[in-house]
């Protein structure tokens, strides 16, 4: 029952981008039909259009360093409180400074890849 009910999540996912794509495409079709139909000028439609993107390679970096360097404060964290086990407490303490030197991270690369947006 559980290969069942993952197979349904996986179609249901794979459906819905399908379906999605597909009727972004008939709306577009019937946008351009609409405009040749009225004699409006189509050729801004069909002209190529520059794709302008660059992945955040330093705000991705600067974040999964944060995450990094969050996870490796957690042990000499852990020697200067005398802490022994790895219980609970200590498992909130490795995601808690795993989210924090993340998020300090991404903040950081973003003010610094600020200026080279404008």
């Not at 009727?23 to 040749?36: C, H, P, T, V």
């Not at 802490?83 to 609970?88: L, T």
Request: include cysteine; aromatic fraction near 22%; hydrophobic fraction near 55%.
């Amino acid at each position: 029952m559980e290969d069942f009910s993952f197979a349904l999540i996986w179609l249901g996912f794979f459906a819905s981008i399908f379906f999605g794509w597909y009727f972004y495409l008939q709306a577009r079709n019937k946008e351009r039909m609409a405009l040749i139909e009225k004699n409006a000028d189509v050729s801004e439609i069909f002209k190529v259009r520059e794709f302008w993107f660059h992945f955040p390679w330093l705000k991705l970096g600067m974040t999964i360093t944060g995450v990094g360097f969050g996870f490796c404060m957690v042990f000499p964290l852990r020697e200067i409180l005398g802490i022994q086990n790895f219980g609970a407490e200590m498992e909130l303490a490795i995601f808690g400074f795993m989210m924090f030197f993340g998020g300090l991270g991404a903040v950081i690369g973003h003010f610094i890849d600020k200026p080279k947006e404008r």
